[in-house]
């Protein structure tokens, strides 16, 4: 097969260091959960409609980033093995790898015409290699377009940090660049997923987790569309639905709306049965609560399970509120109960269990709700100047497997808006961007849903 001409061209590509270097020998051990991430990438993009450098010159990026990067000496470190065998940091300010690259299109045409593997081409990546020592886990790239505008693309290994850590990374860049205050400092101790209650590790998500490392995959072609719902939109279903569940919010309603549709487009279970995996960030969901700053991965997967009769579409609000009330119960007894499973599965000599695919085998739908606070969207606020916030974020997650992956964002029309980032197998996806129940809602289709 003929590789499809890719209209992303890198054009430079240097290394970012910190402007004051850390000192030799720090180390930063990667956690359980790290660990467990380990079979997957990040790729966060943010696209502005003008170019905040004017013609474009890297050199007033580097030096906010060298600023920056001193509070993130992990970012610029290299993956090596310690002695147990596990992943830590060698923080030895060896640089992260920023890449400028030019787009073929105006920033308009490409959100019209790219597909979810064009806009990965916004990210650079290549897999982690056998020997690390000299390779950065850490990629930036600046994609200017026709016409001005640009897009930042940032990418990691999972195992380094979650999305909202990478969010995180760069709206901290941003405030250097503005010369203000950091909002959200970032927290790297590798005590802040411990606690010293009595381990608990017979919980109903303990076991799914068990049986995910077990689980078959077979690889298929992946491809992504991206749903943008409006407040309006969003506040009219929310309102159908308020007899069946009163708290009911965009996530819950989104979720719901997408797992039924998306599983009308599967072949019929075994066992009638439909489950969906939602992946919640719990910094906020613990006491005392973990700063949004913590860099690394906060992430609780749990499983969702219903039989075909109560996914009838008919009974769309019934779904919601059963969303609801699970994401309503996921609490810190739960969260904690899974970090100390994970530990449990060390091997002797400590060292932690192979990762496991953690986006699939079943469909899974991530919510990105913590990144909203009161009415402000920390995705949308990294702005360059007070009238230029990104007009839309993408995020995508690497080596997506089993029956896909759905990505519930914030929107840059804030409020209930909402944007739904969608991965399916290649031959499900015409059917869903077509579907009348999503069209009711009068979703903008972006990058691949044309």
């Known amino acids: 097969m003929v590789k499809k001409h890719s209209r992303v061209s890198v054009r430079s590509m240097l290394t970012a260091v910190s402007s004051n270097p850390v000192g030799s020998g720090k180390t930063h051990p990667l956690s359980v959960l790290d660990h467990a991430m380990g079979l997957h990438t990040v790729h966060v993009v943010f696209y502005y409609r003008k170019n905040p450098f004017g013609i474009f010159d890297v050199d007033p990026l580097r030096i906010a980033l060298s600023e920056v990067l001193c509070l993130y000496p992990q970012v610029t470190g290299r993956l090596t093995r310690g002695e147990s065998g596990n992943w830590l940091v060698k923080c030895n300010d060896a640089g992260v790898r920023v890449l400028r690259a030019k787009v073929e299109a105006t920033m308009d045409e490409w959100l ?20 690390p020592s000299t390779w950065s886990p850490f990629r930036i790239q600046v994609n200017e377009f026709e016409g001005g505008g640009v897009a930042f693309g940032l990418s990691c290994t999972h195992m380094n940090a979650d999305p909202t850590s ?3 990374l760069f709206k901290s860049w941003i405030e250097s660049h503005r010369q203000e205050p950091i909002e959200h400092p970032p927290l790297f101790k590798s005590t802040t997923l411990h606690h010293q209650q009595v381990p608990n590790t017979s919980t109903k998500p303990d076991n799914y987790y068990a049986t995910k490392g077990n689980a078959e995959t077979p690889s298929v072609k992946m491809v992504t569309a991206t749903f943008k719902f409006s407040d309006s939109a969003i506040k009219k279903w929310l309102d159908e639905v308020r007899d069946q569940c009163a708290k009911a919010t965009p996530f819950d309603l989104l979720a719901a709306l997408f797992w039924t549709r998306v599983a009308h487009l599967k072949a019929p279970k075994n066992d009638n049965k439909h489950s969906l995996s939602i ?11 973990i700063p949004l700053g913590y860099f690394g991965n906060a992430l609780h997967f749990s499983l969702l399970t219903l039989d075909e009769e109560e996914m009838d579409y008919g009974k769309l609000g019934h779904v919601v509120e059963l969303v609801h009330r699970h994401v309503s119960d996921v609490g810190e007894e739960e969260v904690w109960s899974v970090v100390d499973w994970f530990e449990s599965q060390k091997e002797e000599g400590g060292k932690y269990a192979q990762p496991f695919r953690m986006y699939g085998p079943e469909l899974t739908c991530v919510s990105m709700e913590h990144m909203i606070l009161g009415h402000k969207s920390l995705m949308f606020s990294a702005s360059f100047k007070s009238d230029e916030k990104p007009v839309h974020v993408a995020c995508h997650v690497g080596n997506v497997r089993g029956e896909g992956l759905i990505v519930v964002l914030p929107s840059v029309e804030e409020g209930l808006a909402r944007t739904v980032m969608v991965t399916l197998p290649e031959e499900e996806m015409p059917k869903l961007c077509e579907d009348q129940a999503i069209q009711c809602l009068q979703p903008t289709l972006l990058i691949g849903g044309r």
């Open 112 to 131: 019209r015409s790219a597909d979810g593997s064009e806009e990965k081409d916004l990210t650079f990546w290549e897999e982690i290699p056998e020997e």
């Open 166 to 168: 990478i969010t995180i």
């Open 279 to 289: 992946c919640l960030d719990f910094r906020r969901l613990v006491q005392p609560p």
